[in-house]
């Protein structure tokens, strides 16, 4: 074991999983140091929830090594779980019991005991927003309130490396806003954050380092800047319109500027090599392939062109 | 510390449930009195028309009533009592005349009308009628001959025969089969008491099945796996928690059939202890179903399917004595058979825990391995 990994909250190395034909997740390695908060960015069906699942020692991987703080981690692993909290994808509460009753639960569960651990629920249902209506069942909650309460239930023993999985999804823009502040704060108080979202936005906001994955792979990891580093001259254009957006795509894949082009809702996606030389032609193309053309936008490069770069397609389709 | 948490869980959200306490306990219990009203009232009874009421006849009616297996039901008139016995709201009537004391104690014959609906019970209420007019008999002609020959009044000729008939030398005492105390009350329910314990304690447990894979589906039991417990813990929660249940739900069964219907349970270290293991069975089964099946769509049917027909193949729908000799041997492939007959050599024949060792053993020896099977099963799906 080298110094990096000792020092470091989680390591993995080499992850595989296969679900049948499916291979879920194709070698993956990356490590987080303490208080570092990583972003898994990547589509629908990348392989994230697989990778985080094995990470926190719920699947048994293929192959693989997980280390967390330390302690290899597997499934059968019980002491190197207490450094992680874990939230799951889908909500995992007792709807029939109260917020206040489920955290009791699970902070048993965390192993804290008798005083201690009523005053952790306080605080937790503090931190999550949810005291006054703490002893209401969960079922009768809104859905931005499960939300929180699955994530109170991963902060029960004030973890080193705070595990969340797609934590916004299905959630109202208020709600969101208020996930994302608390994860901020968790993660300004020095807790590792280690964070799957298919949002290029909630990456770039609350991450120090983001990894790309697609199919199963890691494509490419680093900060927003190292990772916007790699378009290299390339910019970002966003062409809005009506007709055969389809057709319209493929011939602007074959000028030599572009780099990839796809199709999104009523409009186009391009990564180009110098946008502002090549942008007439790349409206005549598009015209002419039978597109009537709404606006043209060129962006800032983000994560989302690194993306596009990386797999030729769009984060979101 | 750990495992109590996941029990008290299991327990909290299981009561929470309006529907889970009607079929744990409720259901049961209104079965019993159902199959206690249509069997249990195992005496025949027999109304009475006293036109006087003398001490002579009110001693008649009482003897009568003492007899196993009779009660009596007294009547104002005839009339009433005539048609009780036409729509067979007693098994049959008998009707004292207004001088039986009076004829009695002068010493002269009096008549005594019986009259029975034409069924299987007429002949035996015969013979009870019978008996116990010729005990009063006796007494009355040893009464006359004390009278005639002490020159004692007959009545205080008669209750000194009464008080030396109280010392009579030759009693019948009644014993079970196997030379035990003869359970007194319950009667014929005292057998479908332990049967229907068994069928349904088995049924709920398996039911446990459903409520399991609802558990699963809210993904919490995988959640638990996250945190810092081992498998063990989890699956010991679990299943405790279920045997729990299940246990209260027998506990009631033996209360509430002891207080409405005074059936006898025996032995209380064997009852419990078949009680105990047959339960762990029935539990192990209901883990190994709810972790086979992957909706409740499907566990549900299984459960129920699984529950009555080995409840129907162990005799807790007809009892094992009447199977054939081949049927008999099928029927131990299902924990009830070996608990029918623990309950039957505990219940019937008034044994104790060392006449049922080998029943709890094999017992022992099936949740050993359902339970075994189960939890493997279980962790397989909540990590693969
Ligand atoms: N239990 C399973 N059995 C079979 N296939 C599975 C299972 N879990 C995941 N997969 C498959 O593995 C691939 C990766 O799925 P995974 O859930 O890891 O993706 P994800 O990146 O989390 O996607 P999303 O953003 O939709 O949550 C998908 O093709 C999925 O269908
Ligand atoms: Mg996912």
Known sequence: ?317 | MKVLAIVKTELTRTFRWRANIFFLLIMPMGLILLLGVAFGNSATRIGVVEKEKGQLASQLVATLGNQPGLDTKSYDNLGSLERAVERGYVSAGLVLGSNYDQRLQAGKAVTIRYFARPDSTAPQIRVALESSVAAQGSALVAARIVHSEQGRSFKSALRRVNAVKATAPVGVSLLAAGGGKYPTGGGQFQQSASTQLLLFAFLSALNGAVWLIETRRLGVARRMLSTPSSSREIMLGIVLGRWVITLLQAAMIVFFSWLIFSVHWGDPFGTGAIILVFSLVAVGAGVLIGSLCSSAQQAGPIAMIVGLVFAAIGGSMEPLQYFPATMRKIAHITPHAWANDAFGTLLSNGGNLANVWLDVVVLGAYAAVLLTLATWRLRRVLTT
Do not use: W
Not at chain 1, 21 to 27: C, D, K, N, T, Y
């Open chain 1, 1 to 317: 074991m080298n110094r990096e990994q000792n020092s470091s909250v989680l390591h993995c190395e080499g992850l595989r999983k296969r679900f049948g034909e499916i291979e879920a997740v194709r070698g993956v390695s990356f490590e987080i140091a303490p208080g570092e908060s990583y972003g898994l960015l990547g589509p629908n069906g990348a392989g994230k929830t697989t990778t985080i699942s094995i990470v926190a020692g719920l699947l048994e991987a293929d192959a693989g090594e997980v280390t967390v703080a330390g302690n290899r981690l597997t499934t059968k692993s019980v002491a190197a779980k207490a450094a992680i909290g874990f939230v799951p994808q889908d909500l995992a509460i007792y709807p029939d019991l109260t917020a206040r009753e489920n955290l009791s639960f699970f902070v048993k569960l965390y192993g804290l005991r008798g005083k201690a651990n009523r005053a952790r629920v306080k605080e937790v249902l503090e931190i999550i927003g949810l005291s006054e209506r703490a002893d209401d069942q969960a079922k009768k909650y809104s859905g931005g309130m499960k939300r929180r309460l699955n994530i109170g239930i991963g902060l029960l023993h004030s973890p080193k490396l705070l595990i969340l999985d797609e934590p916004t999804v299905g959630v109202d823009p208020q709600s969101r806003n208020a996930i994302l502040e608390s994860v901020e704060q968790l993660s300004g108080q020095g807790m590792a954050v280690l964070y799957t979202t298919h949002y290029m936005e909630e990456a770039e906001r609350l991450c120090d380092r983001v990894g790309i994955i697609d199919r199963g792979e890691l494509k490419a990891e680093g900060t927003r800047e190292e990772l916007v580093a790699l378009l290299g001259e390339h910019d970002k254009v966003h062409l809005t319109g009506s007709g055969h957006l389809e057709a319209a795509a493929k011939a602007c894949a074959e000028i030599d500027a572009v780099e990839a082009a796809s199709v999104g809702q009523e409009s186009i996606e391009l990564l180009v090599e110098g946008a502002s030389a090549i942008l007439p032609e790349i409206l005549t193309t598009a015209s002419s392939a039978g597109v009537t053309v709404h606006s043209v936008e060129m962006e800032e490069p983000n994560l989302e062109a690194v993306f596009l770069h990386l797999t030729g397609r769009a984060l979101r389709d």
